[in-house]
């Protein structure tokens, strides 16, 4: 009996590697009058070019430039796979990302007519139907894809363990992809979009899919956000910040579970309360007040 014919590995991009300096020492003056040198973030301008075509240009901090700007065309569908895409070149004398594909986008002048300015910092852009893209997105059910509290509160133990670039400069958005507690990525950026791309991109790269993970971040669930994650694949999204209405009826549509003012052992389930196996705190005593 002949053996099947084994599947092609799928294509990835070459990438180069130009990580820069997160962050600037500069000098400044408390209130002590006393001078001081501290760290703030390196943020930069990174224009990115498609075949040649200039498309957007990000405000970011260039951790990890190629990844972002994959994670970027996937977010926005101007590509339907990591193989579509052949190489990825950031130069940073001229502040540029080129993307070459293998075969162009199709319709390219239409999928990048309608554009958004959303509420991200930095200043994000959506193209396209945001409405169309909820409709096309598939999760997995509440019965494969759950979170317990105890696991919740290690996630959240997890992050205010982890080193980072606010700690030592503020003015960043951190996020992070869970697997379980276990932490596959973590980036930082001036904007919480530009994190989740660049999560997209790794996740790409690296043949990682999100049926089964949970996504962090530091920054306000908006629509964007929402359905950034759902477009990766991830159902469930744990934020330190808080939820905006349009992020949460996109959730409720999607069936998404939405933690947010999570910190410590704090948290708000908003959505998707049928993924939570809750595990609910004893209650506090309420103090007595003696008057004397």
């Not at 190629?66 to 990591?82: D, F, I, S, T």
């Not at 400069?169 to 530009?194: K, P």
């Not at 933690?259 to 209650?283: I, K, V, W």
């Amino acid at each position: 009996m002949s053996s099947s014919p084994s599947q092609e590995p799928i294509r990835l991009p070459l990438l180069t590697r130009t990580g820069s300096a997160l962050t600037r020492e500069i000098e400044v003056l408390d209130e002590y009058g006393d001078l001081r040198t501290i760290h703030i973030p390196d943020e930069r301008p990174l224009t990115l070019y498609v075949d040649k075509r200039e498309l957007v240009t990000l405000m970011t901090l260039g951790a990890e430039p190629e990844l972002l700007a994959l994670g970027y065309l996937r977010n926005q569908r101007l590509v339907a796979g990591v193989d579509e895409v052949h190489s990825i070149t950031v130069d940073w004398d001229v502040n540029a990302v080129a993307v070459r594909t293998r075969a162009g986008i199709e319709d390219f002048e239409r999928k990048t007519a309608s554009r958004v300015v959303t509420t991200g910092c930095g200043q994000g852009t959506v193209f396209g139907d945001m409405v169309g893209a909820v409709q096309s997105v598939q999760l997995p059910d509440a019965r494969s894809a759950r979170i317990s509290q105890s696991r919740l509160r290690d996630i959240l133990e997890v992050m205010r363990q982890q080193n980072s670039i606010h700690r030592k400069a503020g003015s960043v958005h951190g996020c992070a992809l869970f697997r379980g507690t276990e932490m596959l990525m973590f980036i930082e950026d001036v904007g919480r979009h530009n994190a989740i791309d660049t999560i997209a991109g790794w996740m790409w790269m690296n043949d990682v899919h999100g049926a089964d993970k949970v996504f962090y971040t530091t920054g306000r669930l908006t629509s964007e956000m929402v359905l950034k994650s759902a477009q990766i694949g991830v159902p469930i999204i744990v934020s330190r910040n808080g939820v905006t209405a349009m992020g949460h009826e996109m959730a409720t549509r999607l069936g998404m579970t939405l933690f947010g003012r999570a910190s410590n052992r704090h948290f708000l389930c908003y959505t998707g309360l049928e993924r939570f196996d809750s595990e609910p705190e004893p209650q506090r005593a309420p103090v007595r007040v003696v008057s004397g």
